[in-house]
């Protein structure tokens, strides 16, 4: 009988302590289960109870309920909220490789690519860009590395980008930043440092006033099917043709015509202690761990390469102290 109350008692206790943590906000201890279970109770952004999940700030909280997810990652990381951070990604990740395409139209943007927008779950709209043979701008596996480089480092410029098949055809799927704009809106608008440092890296030929964006302050990269590339002719091309528009006194892409480069202008690429910092720390390994699945060995030779070159000519200036490394 003794036994038995015992028993009793202990269920009870127990229940009352599950009843007590129900009401709390549990401690998140595997973001992959939150994402199964949001996906499984929740159809809506603004029905999922976030703050249930793990804390979060007024800033990025309207963006979850918005299903602004990208915008809500990034601004969970300037948080410091790292258990956010990657619920969000993995989310979104989910969303973006697996989620339902409830429909799909052209963007009526031409190009190589002839991008198509794709609607997703919770609100998310995907830019998918078909993967092409003739057009050298047309490099999906670009668009792809750009992105894991951008997040390798911890850049925040370009929104996620996946690889993705709609309707048996391969190709990129990139996250479209929704209340954005082009730069050229933006008055006395410079490139940031972090940027130049991007397109120096990735090799980015042609960052023009179309593939640079701005939303509520944050520059966001797009369109990097002419960067990573080996033989980069059409590229080439277009840095020439600046620079004999730049000769005469025309401003055809005001943006992707301010040629910077370390040479000339290494004081321009002195950009963030800590992004600095975390590519000075970079190791080949890491590097390949990141880009080998989408890159050949010599395009990751080459960006680690540039890497080192870069950061040493920072130390020769004087701009960067690495014995002084946060």
């Known amino acids: 009988m003794r036994k038995l109350i015992f028993l009793l008692l202990l269920c009870f206790s127990q229940y009352s302590i599950a009843q007590q943590v129900d009401r709390r906000k549990p401690f998140i201890v595997n973001p992959k289960s939150v994402v199964k279970d949001i996906l499984k109770r929740y159809k809506f952004p603004e029905e999922i109870p976030w703050n249930q999940y793990f804390d979060v700030g007024s800033k990025s909280e309207g963006l979850l309920y918005d299903g602004l997810f990208q915008e809500a990652e990034w601004t969970l990381a300037e948080e410091g909220n790292q258990i956010g951070v990657e619920t969000v990604h993995i989310l979104l990740e989910e969303i973006m490789r697996k989620g339902e395409v409830l429909q799909l139209k052209d963007l009526g943007m031409g190009g190589a690519t002839k991008p198509k927008a794709a609607t997703l779950p919770y609100g998310v709209i995907g830019v998918f860009k078909e ?135 290494i004081e321009e690429f002195q950009a963030d202690r800590n992004l600095l910092d975390r590519l000075d720390q970079l190791t080949l390994k890491e590097l390949k761990a990141a880009l080998d699945p989408i890159l050949d060995e010599k395009k990751i030779y080459r960006i680690y390469d540039k890497k080192n070159r870069l950061m040493n000519q920072l130390i020769a200036e004087n701009l960067y102290d690495r014995e002084n490394m946060e």
């Not at 911890?154 to 980008?161: A, D, I, N, R, Y």
């Not at 008055?187 to 960052?207: A, G, M």
Request: net charge positive; hydrophobic share 35%; charged share 25%.
């Open 131 to 265: 993967k092409k043979y003739l057009h050298p701008s047309a490099n999906y596996r670009s668009e792809i590395a750009a992105y894991e480089f951008d997040q390798l480092l911890g850049f925040h410029l370009v929104p996620m980008t996946v690889k993705r098949k709609i309707k048996k055809r391969k190709g990129s799927m990139q996250y479209f930043v929704k209340n954005s704009n082009s730069v050229v809106k933006i008055t006395d608008y410079e490139r940031s440092k972090n940027l130049n440092v991007f397109d120096y890296l990735i090799s980015n030929k042609d960052r023009n006033e179309g593939n640079l964006l701005i939303a509520n302050g944050r520059e966001i990269a797009i369109d990097h099917g002419l960067a990573l590339r080996g033989a980069n002719l059409l590229g080439r091309y277009l840095k020439f043709t600046d620079r004999v528009a730049n000769s005469i006194g025309l401003s055809t892409h005001p943006i992707r015509q301010v040629i910077v480069h370390p040479k000339t202008h």
